[in-house]
């Protein structure tokens, strides 16, 4: 059984950081797709970047630029920089896993997703 715990989220300004964090537990990171997911209100959950198990990472196109994913094997955690936040990117982010490899790309459909964790909020003011 996988287990996701994401933290980092808050409010900041306009053009600030804010890195995300998910721990994993009962499984190496390291060996499977994770990915970060965003849901606005009223708004569908979309895929923001996710990083294969050999490292290869796939980047939203709305943010590219703006983000880093990346982790740490020996602490089992998932992160997400985000630099030069805007008022749009203001959503509950969520951190996920699955195990099938063939699907890790930033539009992958959430539901192919197994193991999600339960949302860091992000508010971004203008």
């Known amino acids: 059984q996988v287990q996701l715990v994401e933290s980092g989220g808050g409010s900041v300004q306009a053009g600030g950081s804010l890195r995300l964090s998910c721990a994993v537990y009962?499984?190496?990171?390291?060996?499977?797709?994770m990915g970060w997911f965003r849901q606005a209100p009223g708004k569908e959950r979309e895929g923001v970047a996710t990083i294969q198990a050999y490292g290869t990472t796939s980047y939203a196109d709305s943010m590219k630029g703006r983000l880093t994913i990346s982790r740490d094997t020996a602490k089992n955690t998932l992160y997400l920089q985000m630099n030069s936040l805007k008022p749009e990117d203001t959503a509950m982010y969520y951190c996920?896993?699955?195990?099938?490899?063939?699907?890790?790309?930033?539009?992958?459909?959430?539901?192919?997703?197994?193991?999600w964790g339960q949302g860091t909020q992000v508010t971004v003011s203008s």
């Open positions: 996920a896993a699955s195990f099938r490899s063939g699907i890790c790309r930033w539009s992958a459909q959430p539901t192919l997703f197994r193991y």
């Open positions: 009962g499984y190496a990171s390291s060996t499977i797709c």
